[in-house]
């Protein structure tokens, strides 16, 4: 009887993790690049339409040091599949760390670091 109470609360666990992750694998940014003065950005969206909040913040490389030169959020509204957004960020040309984020409110729901050359 125990085995089998602890059976059930294994499979319960590993439901509640499924549940919790499937969000978290339905979001994906993909190719990033800069031209025209701002960052092209293609995020995938496996699930429904939704709102999120896309955080940029932008390092500029150099001599082995990254500083910070600017942070910008930006809401998106997702569609289903692929989905292209352009943000004006004006650089000056070197290479750069893009760390971007997708959050609903508080809650991150998808990072990724990017390297940049302007």
């Known amino acids: 009887m125990a085995k ?9 666990a590993l439901v509640t993790g499924i549940v919790f992750c499937a969000g978290c694998l339905s979001l994906g940014i993909g190719d990033v690049s800069y031209s025209d003065g701002g ?3 293609q995020i995938y969206n496996e699930g429904n339409s939704t ?3 896309l955080k940029v913040t932008v390092y500029r490389v150099e001599n082995f040091e990254q500083n910070e030169v600017l942070q910008r959020s930006e809401f998106v509204s997702l569609k289903p599949g692929e989905n292209s957004f352009f943000i004006p960020m004006p650089l000056e040309k070197g290479n750069y760390k893009l760390y971007l984020s997708l959050s609903t409110g508080e809650e991150r729901r998808f990072v990724v670091i990017r390297d940049v050359e302007v």
């Open 4 to 12: 089998l109470q602890w059976g059930v609360l294994v499979f319960l």
């Open 39 to 41: 960052i092209n950005v």
């Open 51 to 53: 709102l999120r909040i």
